[in-house]
Structure formats: C-alpha cells, structure tokens
C-alpha cells in the first residue's frame, strides 16, 4: 500500500479527481506532466500571466514580458504553439493571437475601473485541523458588481460553458470561504470571467479585383468593401479591420457597417462573458462540505492504491492522458514507455509553493 501523504486540501487536484480517479493518479501521485503543453494550454497560461502582470506594471510590460517567454522557447516549441499541430507556418505566433484576445477583452470591459485588493492572493486557512489553501487571481472592490469584495477568476476555455456550470463549479465558492474564514471585509459575489482562447475572426477585404466605372466609381455593392459573410467576431474586431481598410480605401466608412456593428452587439459576445454569482453562505457551505468529502475519498484512494477510471465522451477526448491510459489499458508496455516519453517528472505541489 501507498502511504498517505498529509497534503493541504487544494482545488487544482480536487477537481481532477472528481474528474477522473484515474487522470488524478497520473498528474498528482505519478506526478506526470507533458513535456508539450497543447496550444490551448499554453494560451491559456499566457493569458493568465498577462492579465497578472498588467495588474502589477500595466498591458504594454506585460505584453514586452510574454514576448521575453515566447522567446525563451525553443524552436520546436515555438511551432508546436504557433502551428497547433498543422503544419508549417499556418497560423500567426502565439503573442499576436494574444494581443488580439486582449484587445478585444479590453474594449469589451472598458469601464472596468475596479479598486484592487489583491493580485494572486495565497490562501492558507486550518479548518477543522486541515490545511486549506489557494491562489486567487484577483480581489477586487467595485460598486457595479455587487457590495464588499469581489473575486474574479480569468478562465481561458475553448467554449464559454452553460451558466449552470458555474454554481456546480465550487473553485470560487472555497477562495470565497477560506477568505471569509479569516477576513472582516467579506466576498460578496465571485466573478467567472470566460475568455476564448481562440481569437475573434477578423473580417476579410473582399472586391480587391472590382473594374471601376469609366468615372472611376464602383457600381453599388462592388469595389473593396468589408466582406458580409457570417462570422464570429467582436465589436472591436470588426471596427478595427474597417479603420484599417479605411486607411487604403477612404470610401471605406464605418458609419456605412452601423447596421452589422448593431447586430454584433445585440448577440452576447462569443469570445468574452462576465457570469456574476452571489455567494450565499448555501453555496459556501456547500462547495467546502464537496471539496472536504472529495478530499477523503482521495486519501482512501492513495491509501489502496485503487484510481479507477471515469469514462465519457467529452472527458477523454480532451484529456491529456488519454494514450498512456489506453496503453495500460490494453496491456503493451512498449506502448506504455513511448507514451511515458511525451511527459517529465513535475510534482504539484513543488509547483504550487514556488509559485506562492
């Protein structure tokens, strides 16, 4: 039998055990990392670090910082993250879909004008003789979102999920009762504040090869223009490909796209989502009472050296264990030791105290 550490309750390996028994074995017994994060895990710690940094020293530092990063990796990396795995040269380096999202993100909230209180705030509360920690992106006070304090967690995701997901989503509701626990000012109200991380389409320049008329005009609907093909997009994005279009063809007039501009705007954004919940001591309560049981049930786990798998079609497509898994599965320990060649030895919670 394996013995049991002591380690304090943490969310991170909480939930990729309620996830699956058998992926949190891997990340946090076996203490598996890849070696290559995927591109859309590598955006999203990208975009994390950004949103950090600019707190601290604003968006032009923290944008000179991830180019410092993106540099300091190795070729190979660098066309892993910029190719997305199709080929040469396909898609633009990661800083510049970066730089497209934050934009977008920065015209989408640009009343934002919050008073911090903390950035990447360390939590570390006993309760009931166990240590609880965690790391909370922002803590902020802001009259728009609710009274006391609010907690905002940047969430990079693939696709913004349903709204019920985020009361069944006990991360914000645990930073939020390991604060109260010890804090007079309260939070109020935690803030899901969903980023895609694939950037807005930009809008294509269309009628680039349109004849003009003997007056040197084009007929109505032809010359360049900014396509009407149905896209995903922002405001922002959509105004910005305009005013750039409009620097080689003044024709080219924003008040002339107000009607596509209202039709963006009316949709809700399909890149950018703000979810407010109000943390009712219900929801609090609850999310500590899972998170404690969870905990349980991984030391009895560890204990018998038992981590079962948690099958299903939208938790093992994406996971990135998923060829080591079906490698032990099937019994062929070839195939077991060419999959172990795609991670590195990375403990949890070595990783967790470096960086708090």
């Given at each position: 039998m394996l013995?049991?550490?002591?380690?304090?309750?943490?969310?991170?390996?909480?939930?990729?055990?309620?996830?699956?028994?058998?992926?949190?074995?891997?990340?946090?017994?076996?203490?598996?990392?890849?070696?290559?994060?995927?591109?859309?895990?590598?955006?999203?710690?990208?975009?994390?670090?950004?949103?950090?940094?600019?707190?601290?020293?604003?968006?032009?530092k923290a944008f000179e910082l991830v180019d410092q990063r993106w540099e300091s990796l190795t070729t190979e990396q660098r066309a892993i993250y910029q190719n997305r795995g199709k080929g040469d040269n396909v898609l633009p380096p990661l800083p510049e879909d970066l730089r497209r999202i934050v934009r977008s993100y920065r015209y989408q909230y640009q009343d934002d004008n919050w008073e911090v209180v903390g950035v990447e705030h360390k939590l570390d509360v006993v309760i009931e003789g166990r240590r609880h920690v965690g790391i909370m992106d922002l803590l902020v006070r802001d009259v728009r979102l609710g009274p006391g304090l609010t907690l905002i967690d940047r969430k990079t995701t693939s696709r913004i999920p349903d709204d019920s997901v985020q009361l069944n989503d006990p991360q914000l509701a645990f930073y939020a009762g390991l604060w109260n626990a010890t804090n007079e000012e309260k939070v109020e109200q935690v803030v899901f504040d969903y980023i895609v991380s694939k950037p807005p389409t930009t809008p294509?320049?269309?009628?680039?090869?349109?004849?003009?008329?003997?007056?040197?005009?084009?007929?109505?609907?032809?010359?360049?223009?900014?396509?009407?093909?149905?896209?995903?997009?922002?405001?922002?994005?959509?105004?910005?490909?305009?005013?750039?279009?409009?620097?080689?063809?003044?024709?080219i007039r924003l008040h002339d796209y107000k009607d596509e501009i209202d039709k963006i705007n009316a949709k809700p954004n399909p890149f950018l989502r703000r979810r407010v919940i109000r943390m009712t001591p219900s929801i609090i309560e609850s999310a500590m009472r899972d998170v404690r049981a969870t905990n349980t049930f991984i030391s009895a786990a560890t204990q018998a050296n038992v981590f079962p798998r948690s099958v299903g079609p939208f938790t093992c497509p994406s996971c990135q264990f998923k060829g080591l898994c079906c490698s032990e599965l099937q019994g062929d320990t070839d195939m077991v030791q060419e999959e172990l060649r795609q991670f590195e030895a990375s403990d949890y919670w070595e990783r967790y105290h470096a960086t708090t």
């Amino acid at each position: 039998m394996l013995e049991t550490p002591i380690r304090p309750i943490a969310i991170s390996p909480t939930r990729a055990f309620q996830r699956c028994n058998r992926a949190y074995r891997y990340g946090y017994v076996d203490n598996l990392r890849p070696v290559h994060l995927s591109a859309p895990i590598r955006m999203g710690i990208e975009a994390h670090k950004f949103f950090e940094d600019a707190e601290r020293v604003g968006d032009e530092k923290a944008f000179e910082l991830v180019d410092q990063r993106w540099e300091s990796l190795t070729t190979e990396q660098r066309a892993i993250y910029q190719n997305r795995g199709k080929g040469d040269n396909v898609l633009p380096p990661l800083p510049e879909d970066l730089r497209r999202i934050v934009r977008s993100y920065r015209y989408q909230y640009q009343d934002d004008n919050w008073e911090v209180v903390g950035v990447e705030h360390k939590l570390d509360v006993v309760i009931e003789g166990r240590r609880h920690v965690g790391i909370m992106d922002l803590l902020v006070r802001d009259v728009r979102l609710g009274p006391g304090l609010t907690l905002i967690d940047r969430k990079t995701t693939s696709r913004i999920p349903d709204d019920s997901v985020q009361l069944n989503d006990p991360q914000l509701a645990f930073y939020a009762g390991l604060w109260n626990a010890t804090n007079e000012e309260k939070v109020e109200q935690v803030v899901f504040d969903y980023i895609v991380s694939k950037p807005p389409t930009t809008p294509s320049l269309v009628g680039l090869k349109d004849r003009r008329r003997t007056d040197g005009t084009f007929a109505d609907g032809k010359g360049p223009r900014i396509s009407s093909r149905a896209i995903e997009t922002t405001v922002f994005e959509f105004v910005d490909a305009i005013q750039n279009a409009a620097d080689t063809y003044p024709h080219i007039r924003l008040h002339d796209y107000k009607d596509e501009i209202d039709k963006i705007n009316a949709k809700p954004n399909p890149f950018l989502r703000r979810r407010v919940i109000r943390m009712t001591p219900s929801i609090i309560e609850s999310a500590m009472r899972d998170v404690r049981a969870t905990n349980t049930f991984i030391s009895a786990a560890t204990q018998a050296n038992v981590f079962p798998r948690s099958v299903g079609p939208f938790t093992c497509p994406s996971c990135q264990f998923k060829g080591l898994c079906c490698s032990e599965l099937q019994g062929d320990t070839d195939m077991v030791q060419e999959e172990l060649r795609q991670f590195e030895a990375s403990d949890y919670w070595e990783r967790y105290h470096a960086t708090t």
